[in-house]
Antibody, heavy 121, light 106 residues
Framework: QVQLVQSGAEVKKPGASVKVSCKAF????????IHWVRQAPGQGLEWMGW????????KYSQKFQDRVAITRDTSASTAYMELNRLTSEDTGVYYC??????????????WGQGTTVTVSS | SYELTQPPSVSVSPGQTASITCSGD??????VCWYQQKPGQSPVRVIY???KRPSGIPERFSGSNSGNTATLTISGTQAMDEADYYC?????????FGGGTKLTVL
């Protein structure tokens, strides 16, 4: 059974960076695309970007374009999301989610458990 | 930029049918996915490609998409279906979520 396991909670100061990992178990990592989705406290889901695990191609939301980087390490079956220049508005839960079959409309079929990032001085 | 609009809340009595809508310009030309999120949990995909149900999702969940509106329908709603529901589409190589609908079963 496919499972995505994310790194633990982070507390950061404003202006710092955070890097969250997402390790895939139970399938061939390079057949997937990995999305990153943010949820601020009490708010909805917000898509940040994704990476094609096979070739490393990425696409980012315009909102995060200039301060997010999504990478992957195929040997470790792990994707990473790094967010720079943090502010209090970046506080929230960050999820990775797999698109197991990259065809139109398939959606995000497996989600990580979420990583809480708190930005506070 | 493309936008998806969902009602903030929907209420339904147990055993009745709940309908949650998602609206967007010519939404019927795009595939819609639906996700269920219960408090403190990660989202779960309940519908993909407008109307397909993943394995393990109860048959009471169904979806449709036409014109400017997609609809998630839950027939015979149970207390365990109380959750937030989000629609999601692709646009310009970027994914987009609706604002979410809180389904209350009372």
């Amino acid at each position: 059974q496919v499972q995505l396991v994310q790194s633990g909670a982070e507390v950061k100061k404003p202006g710092a960076s955070v890097k969250v990992s997402c390790k895939a178990f139970g399938n061939t990592f390079t057949t997937n695309a990995i999305h990153w989705v943010r949820q601020a406290p009490g708010q909805g889901l917000e898509w940040m970007g994704w990476i094609n695990a096979a070739n490393g191609n990425t696409k980012y939301s315009q909102k995060f374009q200039d301060r997010v980087a999504i990478t992957r390490d195929t040997s470790a079956s792990t994707a990473y999301m790094e967010l720079n220049r943090l502010t209090s508005e970046d506080t929230g839960v960050y999820y990775c989610a797999r698109e197991g079959v990259v065809v139109a409309g398939y959606g995000m079929d497996v989600w990580g458990q979420g990583t809480t990032v708190t930005v506070s001085s | 930029s493309y936008e998806l609009t969902q009602p903030p809340s929907v209420s339904v009595s147990p055993g009745q049918t709940a309908s949650i809508t998602c609206s967007g310009d010519k939404l019927g030309d795009r595939y819609v996915c639906w996700y269920q999120q219960k408090p403190g949990q990660s989202p779960v995909r309940v519908i993909y490609q407008d109307s397909k149900r993943p394995s393990g999702i109860p048959e009471r969940f169904s979806g449709s998409n036409s014109g400017n509106t997609a609809t998630l329908t839950i027939s015979g709603t149970q207390a365990m279906d109380e959750a937030d529901y989000y629609c999601q589409v692709w646009g310009s190589s970027a994914a987009l979520f609706g604002g979410g609908t809180k389904l209350t079963v009372l």
